[in-house]
């Protein structure tokens, strides 16, 4: 049973712009925050952004000012937009999901490439 769907990513030009979003599946209860981390190669898996169910946000000193993460509750969306992209950015992209349990929810993961 697929819990979490992404998409959006892809091959971009620096500078350019990717939007990435993540449906979960009604399935999963009781969401508390949602947000996408990266991995990039050679790398250790990081936090890019999330947000609460309360609305409060979170970014990686790396993507303030060019990257907003937004959610949809009443649908269990999350949307990652990503703007003024940087070679640097290039990796592989997962969104998560954590419950009021703390109980979270990996995606499958969606391939962010920025070429210079």
């Known amino acids: 049973q697929v819990q979490l769907v992404e998409s959006g990513g892809g091959l971009v030009q620096a500078g350019g712009s990717l939007r990435l979003s993540c449906a979960a599946s009604?399935?999963?209860?009781?969401?508390?925050?949602m947000g996408w981390y990266r991995q990039g190669p050679g790398k250790q898996r990081e936090l890019v952004a999330d947000i609460t169910s309360g609305g409060s946000i979170n970014y990686a000193d790396s993507v303030k000012g060019r990257f907003t993460i937004s959610r949809d509750n009443a649908k269990n969306t999350v949307n990652l937009q990503m703007n003024s992209l940087k070679p640097e950015d290039t990796a592989v992209y997962y969104c998560?999901?954590?419950?009021?349990?703390?109980?979270?929810?990996w995606g499958q993961g969606t391939q962010v490439t920025v070429s210079s």
């Open positions: 009604r399935s999963i209860f009781s969401i508390n925050t």
């Open positions: 998560r999901v954590t419950t009021n349990r703390y109980i979270y929810y």
